[in-house]
């Protein structure tokens, strides 16, 4: 079986052929960084116009890497929601018209679901998982019992992950995009120590009962630190002990809230590892997984795994080309529900909104958008 998956929910142009037995046959990707970096951030009208501009040779592209004809795939694959919904728009419609030209089954996909499947793409992990999904829009702690069936256990109730490294690198004057130029800054900290004395940064929620998250008081603390630093341009070594502070309690965070939900996974769901809560020798060990944009950064996976390990539990992480938005975690989506006949009808419809766990509890703030 061979599905080709199209990406266009945010900045990135994406299509890329897979086939049921995990190989990836082509995987293209187009930026839009530079389209976007003279505005410090992405502009949904610009981002859904580049889509259009270039999502036909980036298909072309993908196809002929695979060395493929329409004609022998199995189905289309396509975002279609969550996201900036032009350029959602703008991938769906162009699935839609190849599916129905050729007579393929059509896959609408949850951008969501794609990043919490990767990893078994990449891994094989079977279910049930914990994962946590961190990007630009969304910060969940989710549990994946199947295709389409997920337990949301936290969620952000103000700004997500990805947008408060975005932000706090605008304020520190680093570039776009500001969650890899954050991190790359924080590297360049002499003395770790002294950075995280310098600038004492909030722990949001950490020691609070359940698995939320909260960034925006972080946010607003960066931007205290700024002003209170000498008037004038602002020094690397500045830049680049806060920096260092940042990530260093961002880490923290991130480890409270998912200690708590592995300690809960763990639990409730001990029937389904019976010999490896035991001993540790089951061939299926507890996994969890971290996926998304944000799963990139190594301050924050390093700490995962650690943390994870001392739970008896497999850390996995897709690659780091597999992190952000692409085409082959949509199309691997697209295989896993064909395979379990859930196509869809060519009138489904773009949403901004799209929450994998539709029963969870509404949340407060950017915690709606799950």
């Not at 410090?40 to 993908?62: F, M, S, Y």
């Not at 002294?194 to 960066?222: H, Q, Y």
Request: proline share 5%.
């Amino acid at each position: 079986m061979k599905i080709l998956g199209i990406e266009t929910s945010c900045d990135e142009t994406a299509a890329a052929v897979v086939s049921d037995d995990h190989t990836i046959h082509s995987n293209m990707v187009l930026s839009q960084l530079e389209d976007h970096k003279i505005f410090g951030g992405v502009v949904p009208e610009v981002a859904a116009r580049a889509h259009l501009d270039h999502l036909d040779n980036i298909i072309k592209g993908a196809m002929d890497e695979a060395s493929i004809d329409f004609s022998e795939l199995d189905g289309v694959a396509a975002t279609c929601g969550p996201g900036l919904v032009g350029g959602v728009m703008v991938g769906m419609m162009a699935g839609k018209a190849i599916a129905a030209a050729h007579n393929l089954s059509f896959i609408g996909v949850n951008h969501l679901e794609a990043h919490a499947l990767t990893p078994r793409l990449t891994d094989k992990v079977q279910f049930p998982y914990l994962i946590l999904l961190v990007s630009g829009g969304h910060t969940q702690i989710l549990v994946a019992e199947d295709v389409g069936v997920y337990k949301r256990w936290g969620t952000t109730i103000d700004d997500a992950l990805g947008e408060c490294f975005d932000k706090s690198a605008k304020m520190m004057g680093l570039g776009y995009p500001g969650g890899p130029n954050l991190e790359k800054m924080a590297k360049e900290c002499k003395d770790p120590e002294k950075a995280i004395e310098r600038f004492p940064l909030p722990l949001p929620l950490k020691g609070r009962a359940g698995c939320d998250f909260s960034f925006s008081g972080l946010k607003t603390a960066v931007r205290n630190h700024i002003e209170k630093l000498p008037e004038g341009d602002l020094q690397k070594e500045d830049i680049a002990d806060l920096a260092h502070a940042f990530q260093t309690t961002v880490a923290a965070i991130i480890e409270d809230r998912v200690k708590r939900a592995i300690e809960r996974f763990l639990d409730e769901y001990k029937n389904a590892f019976p010999q490896g809560l035991k001993d540790g020798q089951s061939a299926q060990k507890p996994a969890f997984v971290v996926s998304g944009g944000v799963a990139a950064n190594m301050t924050i996976r390093d700490c995962l795994k650690s943390l994870t390990a001392r739970h008896n539990m497999d850390f996995m992480a897709p690659p780091l080309n597999l992190c952000s938005d692409n085409g082959a975690m949509i199309a691997w989506a697209g295989v896993e529900r064909l395979k379990r006949n859930m196509t869809d009808s060519l009138d489904i419809a773009a949403r901004p909104r799209w929450p994998l766990d539709p029963t969870a509890e509404p949340k407060v703030g950017g915690g709606a958008k799950a």
